[in-house]
């Protein structure tokens, strides 16, 4: 009994932690995106600039290699050899077939004493280069986060068109019932009903056009942002009233001076110059004589029997005096066969040392050297060319951004006072036609130039937010302070 309690029990907490998780799971699938989430989301998420960190990680991979030019290289070389076949067996004396095994070792450390500067400009090299790709990487992030923002405002702007389209549908259907009943009171002719018909027909058709604009802005933002889940995907409910005109106080020529020095894409060319010009000093650095040191130490080991003398000898006749015919004769030790020497005498007895210094003075290496830097050159030239394309780049950028940021500024002026006259327009027909002075057809128009006076200046007024937006990445405002 006691069991099936606990059993009971357990069950009952897994279902919580279920329902839990997954209402904490729907609640996160269904919470509205902001701007600031959204760009933060496209930042972290974006293939290219993922791929870009790559590049990093191969720039600094190329860094720690340029340090470790500074350090002395050393190596362990080590053999293990067996001879198999015919030998000299040393007990016997006969060529046998026999196996012997040996093995050598020997460490070597070489450093370079001079390289006409290599090892530091390599390093100078990868400083800048890592240097580079970060810059790449901040570019590309403020390139990503405009495309964001600009999605981001265009789903805002047609959600709103949304609320003004279902907004006037509403009063569309409220002067329709009143143009009904005065049509049966015999107030108004019959073909005002008709007209309201129309115009309440058009309305629904406009918010069904206005919603599936909504849908399509919203699907093309998720794609952007690489979200999975379209059905669940929302944006906030968010303000975004205009401001940020003191910008357009700074003249173009003071923004370009800003953008210069902030803008990451003129660092990265600028960068790339200072790449170049390195270089081209390592092309001239490889002509320069070189000095290295080295140092190795060897010995070796066998493992096969070897002779030893011992103590007692034979007395060995190897001639005789001719006078006297005594035999002269010559002591030979005995031999015996024993294993081999204890591996670290071996060692001892067997070392080796090699030192010394190398130099190598290039002379002719088939004009490589001399082509290596007439192309280091050019390259030069070239990177120094492209800044300057990329300095003209931006002042076009720039002049262009702040005259379509005047331009949008006075559109936008011109389209609210457009509203405020369209508005009293239209309230004017409207109270005519509720007092039965004009018809169905004048308010209908009336009712349509006010309706697109609202979406002109809802469109101007997204068109400025956006055009502002622009202006200020040129003067290092962020797209996350919008």
Not at 6 to 11: A, C, D, H, P, V
Not at 111 to 123: A, C, K
């Amino acid at each position: 009994m006691k069991s099936k309690t606990i059993s009971k029990l357990f069950r009952t907490i897994v279902l919580l932690v279920v329902l839990l998780l997954g209402s904490a799971s729907i609640q996160a699938q269904t919470e509205p995106w902001t701007l600031k989430r959204a760009v933060e989301h496209a930042l972290e998420n974006n293939i290219q600039i993922r791929q870009a960190y790559l590049s990093t990680l191969d720039a600094k991979a190329a860094k720690s290699e340029a340090i470790g030019g500074f350090l002395p290289s050393v190596n362990i070389n080590a053999n293990h050899s067996w001879n198999i076949g015919l030998n000299q067996n040393i007990t016997t004396g006969l060529l046998e077939d026999v196996t012997t095994q040996f093995t050598n070792a020997s460490v070597s450390v070489g450093v370079d004493l001079y390289r006409g500067g290599q090892n530091m400009l390599q390093l100078v090299r990868s400083n800048l280069a890592l240097l580079a790709s970060q810059y790449q990487i901040e570019d590309m992030k403020e390139d990503v986060a405009l495309y964001v923002a600009n999605g981001y405002l265009q789903a805002v702007f047609n959600r709103e068109a949304v609320n003004i389209e279902t907004a006037q549908l509403e009063l569309t259907r409220a002067e329709y019932q009143r143009t009904k009943e005065k049509v049966q009171a015999g107030v108004l002719p019959e073909g005002d009903l008709f007209e309201m018909e129309a115009i309440l027909a058009s309305q629904e058709q406009q918010l069904v056009i206005a919603e599936n604009q909504y849908i399509m802005a919203k699907l093309s933002l998720a794609q952007l942002l690489l979200v999975q889940d379209y059905e669940n995907f929302e944006i906030a409910e968010e303000d975004f009233p205009i401001d940020g005109q003191e910008i357009l106080v700074q003249q173009p020529k003071d923004l370009v001076a800003r953008a210069l020095d902030y803008r990451n894409d003129i660092k990265l060319a600028l960068t790339n110059i200072d790449i170049a010009k390195t270089d081209l000093r390592l092309a001239k650095s490889v002509s320069k004589p070189g000095l290295s040191g080295f140092y190795s130490y060897s010995s070796r080991i066998s493992y096969t029997d070897r002779l030893e003398p011992t103590n007692s000898f034979d007395l060995v006749e190897i001639g005789v005096v001719e006078p006297t015919g005594e035999s002269v004769v010559r002591p030979v030790y005995n031999q015996r066969v024993v294993g081999a020497l204890p591996i670290e005498e071996q060692l001892k007895l067997n070392d080796g040392h090699n030192f010394g210094l190398s130099l190598n003075i290039p002379i002719l290496n088939g004009f490589s050297l001399k082509n290596n830097i007439e192309r280091s050159k050019v390259n030069v030239e070239r990177s120094e060319f492209q800044y300057k394309q990329q300095v003209l780049d931006l002042e076009n950028s720039i002049n262009q951004a702040y005259n379509d940021c005047i331009g949008a500024q006075q559109a936008f002026d011109a389209a609210q006072k457009t509203l405020v006259a369209r508005e009293k327009a239209y309230t004017y027909a409207q109270s005519r036609f509720e007092a039965g002075t004009s018809t169905a057809f004048e308010f209908s128009q009336a009712k349509l130039q006010y309706e697109s006076a609202q979406s002109d200046w809802l469109r101007a007024k997204y068109d400025l937010i956006f055009k502002i937006k622009i202006l200020e990445l040129y003067f290092g405002i962020p797209i996350e302070d919008l």
